[in-house]
Every structure is written in C-alpha cells, then in structure tokens.
T-cell receptor, first 111, second 112 residues
C-alpha cells in the first residue's frame, strides 16, 4: 500500500487560501487520492477524491500532477471552523481493500 | 438519515476485562470497518466486514474480534484489555464497491 507524507502542522489566517501538499511516491496505477477532514472528538469526514489533474467540489480543490507522486488539497478562503486535521490517503481501485490513514496535517486557522 | 451511530459514547474498563462496542451503519450501507485512533494519531484499520464475514484485517492481535449481523450492524469485541487499548474506536460504513466511507462519532474507551 502506498505510503503518504504530509506536513505535521500548518497555521493560516481567516480568509486566506490554504494549500496542503501530500507526497505519495509509490502510488500505483489503480490508486485514487482521497482527503478526509477530522474535527476533535469526531470521526473523519470525506472531503474530496481524484485520480489525476484537477477536481473541485463545494468544499475544496484537489490538484494532481501528471506523475501523480504528489497532490495538493486547496481550501479557499478558510475560516476558523476549518481548524481540523486533514488526512491524505491513497485508496486502491479495488474498493474493498483496506484504507490506511497516516498522521495527517493539523491545520490551525488564526483570526 | 441518522448516519453512522455508535454506542456507547464513552466507556471505562480495567485491565483484563472484555468490552463490546456497537455500530449501526448508514442506511443502505452493507460494509462496515473498524478503526482504532490513539490520541494524536491517525485512525488505524482493525478490520472490515461484508456479508457477515471479516474481509480485511489490519495488524491487530486476535484479542480484537468482530461480528456483522444480517441487518449490517456490527460489533467490535476486545478481550483481555490492556492499558494501550485506550483509544477512540471508530466505525465507518459504505456501500460495497464505493470509495467514500462515512464515519461515526466513535466510542472513547479508557482502560485503567
């Protein structure tokens, strides 16, 4: 299973765009990149998923370069409520395979 | 839709005891996974159930066992509790073949 590496923590200010980069050098051809968000004392929540290029939804954008060895989660105009831990996961296309979480990035939004 | 529910929310046990945690999946979901999350760490995969059978298992000892019922709900059992079993236990459900997992709020287990 591909291992992911992401910054342990990041700080930003309200109204800023935040970009969190994840490295997954050993990603396989049939792997998807998925991001989850977790608030304290809650279960993780799915944010976005992609395979290549760019994916955008109402919450975030996901940028994946051609070699797919990294990805960047972009959160536009963050607010205090975006303070959370963000996990980058590599999920096998065999969707019944187990899903492995890393330690995530602790994002702290300042007023 | 109530989403994924778990019970109890909190539990305190002593070393050597046994514990059972319960999970009801999101309506329509047939696949349930269990995770252990220690403080400050990411969730660690324990096992996954589908069609009442354990389909995948993480690196956890046999003290951790589970069950899935015909209505897709699931139980996680931990025997001979150790101090290191203190953690947030998360249940996640999805439709077989789907990517997105929906997590419950978790059960906070404290072993004294």
């Amino acid at each position: 299973l591909a291992k992911t590496t992401q910054p342990i923590s990041m700080d930003s200010y309200e109204g800023q765009e935040v970009n969190i980069t994840c490295s997954h050098n050993n990603i396989a051809t049939n792997d998807y990149i998925t991001w989850y968000q977790q608030f304290p004392s809650q279960g993780p929540r799915f944010i976005i998923q992609g395979y290549k290029t760019k994916v955008t939804n109402e919450v975030a954008s996901l940028f994946i370069p051609a070699d797919r060895k990294s990805s960047t989660l972009s959160l536009p105009r963050v607010s205090l409520s975006d303070t959370a831990v963000y996990y980058c996961l590599v999920v096998p296309m065999n969707r019944d395979d187990k899903i492995i979480f890393g330690k995530g990035t602790r994002l702290h939004i300042l007023p | 839709d109530a989403g994924v529910t778990q019970s109890p929310t909190h539990l305190i046990k002593t070393r050597g005891q046994q514990v059972t945690l319960r999970c009801s999946p999101k309506s329509g979901h047939d696949t349930v996974s269990w995770y252990q999350q220690a403080l400050g760490q990411g969730p660690q995969f324990i096992f996954q159930y589908y069609e009442e059978e354990e389909r995948q298992r993480g690196n956890f000892p046999d003290r951790f066992s589970g069950h899935q019922f015909p209505n897709y709900s699931s139980e996680l059992n931990v025997n001979a509790l150790l101090l290191g079993d203190s953690a947030l236990y998360l249940c996640a459900s999805r439709l077989a073949g789907a990517y997105e997992q929906f997590f419950g709020p978790g059960t906070r287990l404290t072993v004294l």
